[in-house]
């Protein structure tokens, strides 16, 4: 897939300069590599944001088109801004045809749903990276590398060492050393745990009181409840006064001496 990339040069320098560039909708940039000097330059902003969502585009040699001249180039880096779905500033490395290089290229995992250990053994695929560091002359740069899993078993982990590499490509020096995995097929960590140490309920009994303690507590609360009754019937007791039947009483009292009074008389 041919990829080309349209640049302009870029006279002006410094921050004030690139806000202005930004502003009127471009992209400052810089081109450097092959033994020659570094250039500034700058891109159309949407032109530029299109390719960034190209998978190609970021593993790929470019065509570059600068000036009336042509050349090829790699995506070595872009900045984008912290919230807006703008491009800072951009670098492009030219491309020597006969020098390696190192480059990051995707990973593309195929027949993930077919191998025996997800259709057979249950297992889910865990891939451990999704993109890995190769070197390798420009001509042979992959825009990505398969991995086959049809023969995966259950438990079996694919390192990068057993990965199928296209011809004039390797891993890095250091992937060699280490040999890291790739991906493997494994049962879920839930689904393990509820078959081998299914959580029982005695394990949260200390949690929730006992019998014992549960009458206890029901006791308690029925001893609580008579009180508050108890409370509850003293109230209406108190509440009376007995100063009104005393005036009751004495109210009559006049009266009887009055008739005795009479009665002396007649």
């Given at each position: 897939m041919k990829i080309e990339v349209t640049a302009f040069p870029r006279?002006?320098?410094?921050?004030?300069?690139?806000?202005?560039?930004?502003?009127?909708?471009?992209?400052?940039?810089?081109?450097?590599?092959?033994?020659q000097a570094a250039q500034n330059v700058e891109l159309d902003h949407n032109a530029l944001m299109l390719q960034l969502k190209l998978e190609?585009?970021?593993?790929?040699?470019?065509d570059f088109a600068l000036d009336g001249q042509k050349f090829q180039v790699l995506l070595r880096d872009y900045q984008m801004h912290p919230w807006r779905q703008q491009v800072l500033h951009v670098d492009f490395q030219r491309v020597d045809k006969n020098?390696?290089?190192?480059?990051?290229?995707?990973?593309?995992?195929?027949?993930?749903?077919?191998?025996?250990?997800?259709?057979v053994g249950g297992g889910v695929v865990q891939p451990a990276m999704n993109d890995i560091d190769i070197q390798c002359l420009p001509d042979d740069l992959p825009a990505f590398i398969e991995v086959d899993l049809k023969d995966m078993e259950l438990n079996e982990t694919l390192h990068v060492l057993e990965l199928a590499?296209?011809?004039?490509?390797?891993?890095?020096?250091?992937?060699?050393?280490?040999?890291?995995?790739?991906?493997?097929?494994?049962?879920?960590?839930?689904?393990?745990?509820?078959?081998?140490?299914?959580?029982?309920?005695?394990?949260?009994i200390g949690e929730v009181p006992a019998e014992g303690e549960e009458a206890a507590a029901a006791a308690?609360?029925?001893?609580?409840?008579?009180?508050?009754?108890?409370?509850?019937?003293?109230?209406?007791?108190?509440?009376?006064?007995?100063?009104?039947?005393?005036?009751?009483?004495?109210?009559?009292?006049?009266?009887?001496?009055?008739?005795?009074?009479?009665?002396g008389k007649e």
């Open positions: 006279a002006q320098r410094g921050s004030s300069a690139n806000r202005r560039l930004r502003v009127a909708g471009r992209v400052p940039g810089i081109v450097y590599g092959a033994d190609a585009f970021h593993a790929s040699i470019l020098r390696k290089i190192h480059m990051r290229v995707p990973l593309h995992f195929l027949n993930a749903d077919i191998c025996p250990g997800v259709k590499m296209p011809k004039g490509v390797e891993p890095v020096t250091k992937l060699k050393h280490e040999n890291p995995s790739v991906v493997s097929v494994h049962v879920p960590k839930e689904i393990v745990i509820e078959e081998e140490a299914p959580a029982p309920v005695t394990e949260i308690e609360g029925e001893k609580g409840e008579k009180k508050e009754a108890g409370a509850e019937k003293k109230e209406p007791a108190a509440a009376p006064k007995k100063e009104p039947a005393a005036a009751e009483k004495k109210g009559p009292a006049p009266a009887e001496k009055k008739e005795s009074g009479k009665k």
